[in-house]
């Protein structure tokens, strides 16, 4: 099993965030999140991958030699004075890759950014930012992604490239943990969807979810 | 660890560079300094070499504060601190990668202080001059690694500068205190019977002692709460 939680509690001071949380997430599998406003759903995320540390329960993530955990949150990760491609390099650069410019520009490609590889990222729109933040994350091909709302402010056609490239990440074994508002039309895109409510975790089928 | 200490080290300076207001800032700042304390001499007045050295070495602090706000903040615009914390590296690279990238900036800045100290304050390079790069050195190691330290305890916090520099200056008092005896003892002879050579001892001792606590106390400052 990639990512299993047991019993995985949160307080933010006295008030309970999330209460017993419980699921398994195999490779190749993909878990929606779902949940109303400050239901906790970031605060689930940001345990998965380490970044806060549960009040009580466990986290085990079962990753082989070199497998790392990708985080896409709200918040796009760029430097805005780098070009798109030198963000990109830097951050390949730190996760261990010497990637080639070539390489690099097929990723940018794929997500729609080629033409603006050289431009400064200050200038991307949201949505633009949105897709190299992806790309970040893409580029190390993580074995567990986790990805909070990363279709917020995107158009029709960033959507669906981000769809493509997480389904595609998806076959290519990683396991995937989804938050999402809109849990009618992305749980096509997803095996399981879990609920969380009043800090409880409630899983059920994606197909009885769309 | 130091690979991707290097990798952002050098993503700051050519961030810093690109943005102009991280150096520049401290740098104003340090010369504003020296510049005030040469109006406070009378026209016949000559400053000791020990005030003077003790101008210089405030303008540095007051620098080092800037230059390692600067350097942080570069990862508070776009959420990039908690993606850092997920790169596959001991988290104290980046404490030493802030760092190296502070000192860079600080001997820069230094570049440019000596001269305005020698010329503002009216001084020679009569003493052990041959010490001066290894004093900038030392004493800019433990500068360096204190501020990569209380970079990060003051990042994301109200009044983060003031906090920064609250919490700095009495950590650093024994470190200033060499570097600016030893300051003092380039820009003029030292007496024969001071023992200069224990205050470099001193500068070391601090360095290993910051760079001790740099290493321990950083994963547990800096994380991915917002």
Same mark, same amino acid.
């Given at each position: 099993?990639?990512? &299993?939680?047991?019993?995985?509690?949160?307080?933010?001071?006295?008030?309970?965030?999330?209460?017993?949380?419980?699921?398994? /997430?195999? %490779?190749?599998?993909?878990?929606?999140?779902?949940?109303?406003?400050?239901?906790?759903?970031?605060?689930?995320?940001?345990?998965?991958?380490?970044?806060?540390?549960?009040?009580?329960?466990?986290?085990?993530?079962?990753?082989?030699?070199?497998?790392?955990?990708?985080?896409?949150?709200?918040?796009?990760?760029?430097?805005?004075? /780098?070009?798109?491609?030198?963000?990109?390099?830097?951050?390949?650069?730190?996760?261990? /890759?010497?990637?080639? &410019?070539? %390489?690099?520009?097929?990723?940018?490609?794929?997500?729609? /950014?080629?033409?603006?590889?050289?431009?400064?990222?200050?200038?991307?729109? *949201?949505?633009?930012?949105? *897709?190299?933040?992806?790309? &970040?994350?893409?580029?190390?091909?993580?074995?567990?992604?986790?990805?909070?709302?990363?279709?917020?402010?995107?158009?029709?056609?960033? *959507?669906?490239?981000?769809?493509?490239?997480?389904?595609?990440?998806?076959?290519?074994? %990683?396991?995937?943990?989804?938050?999402?508002?809109?849990?009618?039309?992305?749980?096509?895109?997803?095996?399981?969807?879990?609920?969380?409510?009043?800090?409880?975790?409630?899983?059920?089928?994606?197909?009885?979810?769309? | 660890?130091?690979?991707?200490?290097?990798?952002?080290?050098?993503?700051?300076?050519?961030?810093?560079?690109?943005?102009? $207001?991280?150096?520049?800032?401290?740098? +104003?700042?340090?010369?504003?300094?020296?510049? @005030?304390?040469?109006?406070?001499?009378? +026209?016949?007045?000559?400053?000791?070499?020990?005030?003077?050295?003790?101008?210089?070495?405030?303008?540095?602090?007051?620098?080092?504060?800037?230059?390692? $706000?600067? !350097? =942080?903040? +570069?990862?508070? #615009?776009?959420?990039?601190?908690?993606?850092? +914390?997920?790169?596959?590296?001991?988290?104290?690279?980046?404490? !030493?990668?802030?760092?190296?990238?502070?000192?860079?900036?600080?001997?820069?800045?230094?570049?440019?202080?000596?001269?305005?100290?020698?010329?503002?304050? #009216?001084?020679?390079?009569?003493?052990?001059?041959?010490?001066?790069?290894?004093?900038?050195?030392?004493?800019?190691?433990?500068?360096?690694?204190?501020?990569?330290?209380?970079?990060? @305890?003051?990042?994301?916090?109200?009044?983060?500068?003031?906090?920064?520099?609250?919490?700095?200056?009495?950590? !650093?008092?024994?470190?200033?205190?060499?570097? @600016?005896?030893?300051?003092?003892? @380039?820009?003029?002879?030292?007496?024969?019977?001071? #023992?200069?050579?224990?205050?470099?001892?001193?500068?070391?001792?601090?360095?290993?002692?910051?760079?001790?606590?740099?290493?321990?106390?950083?994963?547990?400052? =800096? $994380?991915?709460?917002?």
């Amino acid at each position: 099993m990639l990512l &299993r939680l047991e019993n995985i509690a949160k307080f933010y001071g006295e008030r309970p965030v999330i209460r017993g949380a419980s699921l398994e /997430l195999a %490779a190749g599998r993909t878990l929606l999140l779902t949940g109303g406003n400050g239901a906790g759903k970031t605060t689930l995320l940001k345990i998965m991958a380490g970044l806060i540390r549960p009040d009580s329960g466990r986290l085990t993530l079962e990753l082989a030699e070199g497998e790392q955990v990708g985080y896409l949150g709200h918040r796009t990760c760029i430097y805005p004075e /780098l070009s798109g491609l030198e963000n990109l390099f830097f951050w390949a650069r730190l996760h261990g /890759l010497k990637p080639g &410019r070539a %390489a690099l520009l097929e990723l940018m490609e794929r997500l729609g /950014l080629l033409p603006f590889a050289d431009e400064r990222a200050g200038i991307y729109s *949201r949505g633009m930012a949105q *897709r190299l933040n992806l790309a &970040r994350v893409l580029l190390f091909r993580p074995a567990l992604l986790l990805l909070d709302e990363p279709a917020t402010g995107l158009d029709t056609r960033s *959507r669906q490239t981000l769809e493509e490239e997480i389904a595609r990440a998806g076959k290519a074994g %990683a396991g995937i943990v989804w938050i999402s508002h809109r849990p009618e039309e992305d749980a096509a895109m997803a095996d399981e969807v879990a609920l969380l409510e009043n800090g409880r975790l409630s899983l059920r089928p994606a197909k009885a979810a769309a | 660890m130091i690979r991707p200490a290097l990798i952002l080290a050098r993503k700051d300076l050519t961030l810093l560079c690109l943005r102009g $207001n991280g150096l520049s800032q401290a740098l +104003l700042l340090g010369l504003l300094l020296i510049f @005030i304390f040469s109006l406070a001499r009378g +026209l016949a007045e000559l400053f000791s070499a020990q005030t003077a050295a003790t101008v210089f070495w405030v303008s540095t602090l007051f620098c080092q504060v800037l230059i390692f $706000n600067a !350097l =942080y903040a +570069l990862e508070e #615009d776009n959420g990039q601190r908690q993606v850092l +914390l997920l790169i596959p590296a001991p988290v104290q690279s980046i404490w !030493l990668g802030k760092a190296l990238a502070g000192l860079a900036l600080l001997l820069a800045a230094q570049a440019v202080f000596v001269p305005a100290v020698l010329i503002f304050l #009216d001084q020679g390079l009569e003493g052990r001059t041959e010490w001066a790069p290894g004093l900038l050195i030392l004493a800019d190691l433990g500068l360096a690694a204190a501020g990569s330290l209380l970079g990060a @305890i003051a990042q994301g916090r109200a009044a983060k500068e003031s906090l920064l520099s609250l919490i700095l200056f009495p950590l !650093l008092l024994p470190l200033l205190l060499a570097a @600016i005896r030893l300051g003092a003892g @380039i820009l003029s002879e030292p007496p024969a019977q001071e #023992d200069l050579a224990s205050w470099f001892r001193i500068l070391i001792g601090f360095d290993c002692l910051f760079a001790a606590a740099g290493l321990v106390l950083f994963p547990f400052i =800096y $994380n991915a709460q917002e």
